[in-house]
């Protein structure tokens, strides 16, 4: 079965913080500030050399000395900055067309206040976690003897076949992956200043890149 790809373009962002934000009717709403470099076209990927049609977006200018010898070598044969954070959109081919390498992405397409966008990060470590904190279980008991307090208690070893399944919730690390949020309402678009308001959290601590798209789906 052919995977159809999203037509949906993404900017690249950092994430400030959190703050408070006052409408005009006087409403406070907590909303995540994000600044928004420049998104330039870095790469276009066709299906006749590539085997997929896609575009690569690249954001943040770094010293030379922080990029990667291929990466560093493949933006300057184009002519391009020093880009440090580079990613793939996928699209339908025959957009393609509409696209130029050194071609800076329109983030007003996207960022529209009141409309929904969904965004992407990395969410913040917790480390190793067990089972109470990780997957939100009961703890043990407290007193009768018991030494299993915040164990993982039985995993099964007295069931046919007397085995652990792949899959059983364990101890494991916490955080530290590609977190989507949907849905997120545009509460306003600093075209000048490149700030974009979003109404609630998003993953990732102060610093991390965050990728923005506009929503498909539509939670009312």
């Known amino acids: 079965m052919t995977k159809v790809a999203h037509t949906r373009e993404e900017v690249i962002g950092k994430k400030l913080g959190m703050m408070q934000h006052f409408t005009s009717e006087g409403e406070a709403v907590p909303v995540t500030v994000i600044e928004l470099s420049e998104n330039i076209i870095t790469d276009i990927k066709t299906p006749e050399k590539h085997g997929y049609a896609a575009i690569q977006v690249g ?14 070598g493949n933006l300057k044969k184009k002519n391009l900055p020093t880009l440090s954070f580079l990613k793939e959109v996928r699209i339908q081919p025959e ?35 067990g089972m109470v904190r990780l997957h939100n279980k009961s703890r043990g008991f407290k007193s009768h003897g018991s030494k299993s307090y915040r164990g993982p208690g039985s995993i099964g070893g007295h069931t046919f076949p007397g085995r652990v399944f792949p899959g059983k919730n364990m101890p ?28 609630g959290a998003v993953p990732g601590k102060e610093g991390s890149v965050i990728r923005i798209r506009q929503s498909i789906k539509k939670w009312n």
């Open 59 to 72: 954001s943040f200018t770094k010293k030379e000395k922080a990029l990667n010898k291929p990466k560093l």
């Open 95 to 129: 957009e393609l067309k509409n696209y130029k390498i050194a071609e800076k992405l329109d983030p007003t397409k996207i960022l529209v206040p009141n409309e929904y966008v969904d965004v992407i990060g990395i969410s913040i470590g917790k480390g190793f976690q």
């Open 172 to 199: 494991s690390r916490m955080g530290n992956e590609q977190v989507c949020v949907k849905n997120l309402k545009v509460v306003e678009f600093d075209k000048d200043k490149g700030l974009v308001f979003i109404k």
